[in-house]
């Protein structure tokens, strides 16, 4: 069986090395050594000057609408994940869709403007597949319109746009450490702003607003996330640049064994260097994306149709008209894309597909 995506595991020894101080001190959660470890480390691979470590990247993006205290719109793409839209929902904010970038498939800043009222309040975008957006158009637009600015950065560990982490960018990025994700801590999320103010509140926010035992600074939630949840990021981290070089590797030899196929590739941004989180390929149509899923799950091979559908479908949101995603969405297929995955499985999956588009 070849799945769309593998967590990467850690030697056992070295996990185990974290959990053994954990039960030296006894102390599981509330921010301990592990987590102030993890979010150091962190700080200092990632070259940010500031994070905070959450639960998951879902409650990274509501904290964060609630951090920004947004209210009324909030313009976003169709083509994401579900949570990016949920937490808009979630915080009492409605979500309006922006149309995305043929190419990039990355919202597109032309339909933002386009798409901005009296009512917005911000922009929550998505680096879709890990290729950052036009970050230099939206920052332009909102300040322009004083909008602030949400990158879902859940897919971006280790992209950097114009030589720094994309996560310095926007008011707040956020990301996700999910199992599924490059950089994985089990579950886990994390905030990233530049902005000391907002950060001090953000991490009044993750606990449930706690100033000290007995006072309250602000509405809060629990965002927190746990020693063991910090142990495997700690433990994973060290291999992160053998997991980044080994998904470009793959990617370039996938795009070697995949000339022929009638698909395309997206475009991605000249100022980022992409850490090859997904291999989406882009078919012609949705029937011969169908044809070549079904040939592969016949081979118990299973590429994954993300983001399928388009969040334009949801029942709780008013329908925009978005053709590109529409039309894109039904068309877009993730390849397998892991560490550990082998040149002779991405050949075997590559001469399936090549099957199926010539039968
Ligand atoms: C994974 C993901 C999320 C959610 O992160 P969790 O840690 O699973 O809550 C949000 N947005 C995007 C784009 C994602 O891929």
Not at 269 to 284: E, M, R, V
């Amino acid at each position: 069986m070849i799945p769309v995506t593998k967590p990467f595991l850690p030697p056992i020894a070295e996990y185990q090395k974290y959990i053994e101080t954990i039960w030296q001190r006894n102390w599981l959660t509330n921010n301990g050594p592990l987590v102030n470890e993890l979010e150091l480390n962190l700080k200092e691979y990632l070259d940010v000057p500031h994070l905070l470590y959450l639960s998951n990247g879902t409650i990274a993006l509501q904290i964060a609408i609630k951090a920004l205290a947004l209210k009324g719109e909030i313009i976003t793409t169709p083509f994401s994940y579900v949570a990016t839209t949920s937490s808009i929902v979630w915080e009492g904010c409605k979500p309006v869709f922006a149309d995305i970038d043929e190419k990039t498939l990355n919202i597109d800043p032309l339909k933002i403007e386009a798409a901005i009222t009296p009512n917005t309040s911000a922009i929550l975008a998505t680096h879709v597949y890990g290729n950052p957006c036009d970050i230099d158009a939206i920052d332009k637009i909102a300040k322009k319109h004083n909008l602030k600015v949400i990158y879902d950065a859940a897919h971006c560990f280790g992209t950097k746009y114009k030589g720094k982490s994309v996560f310095n960018y926007g008011d707040i990025s956020t990301t996700s450490f999910h199992a599924t994700k490059l950089f994985h801590t089990t579950e886990g999320g994390a905030v990233f702003t530049q902005n000391a103010d907002l950060l001090k509140k953000i991490a009044y926010l993750r606990n449930f607003g706690h100033h000290g035992p007995e006072e309250f600074a602000e509405v809060g939630i629990n965002g927190k996330n746990s020693e063991f949840h910090a142990a495997m990021g700690l433990a994973n981290l060290p291999f992160i640049d053998k997991i980044l070089a080994s998904r470009q590797q793959i990617s370039i030899y996938y795009m070697e064994a995949l000339k022929g196929l009638d698909v395309h590739l997206i475009e991605l941004n000249q100022d980022a260097d992409f850490n090859y989180a997904y291999f989406p390929i882009i078919f012609k149509n949705e029937d011969s994306l169908l044809k070549a899923l079904s040939l592969l799950n016949q081979n118990w091979i299973y590429p994954r149709r993300y983001f399928y559908p388009s969040l334009n479908d949801l029942h709780y949101v008013e329908k925009t008209a978005t053709p590109i995603t529409d039309k894109i969405c039904r068309r877009v297929l993730c390849l397998p894309l892991y560490y550990g995955l082998s040149t002779e499985e991405v050949d075997f999956i590559a001469r399936l597909l090549l099957r199926a588009q010539n039968n």
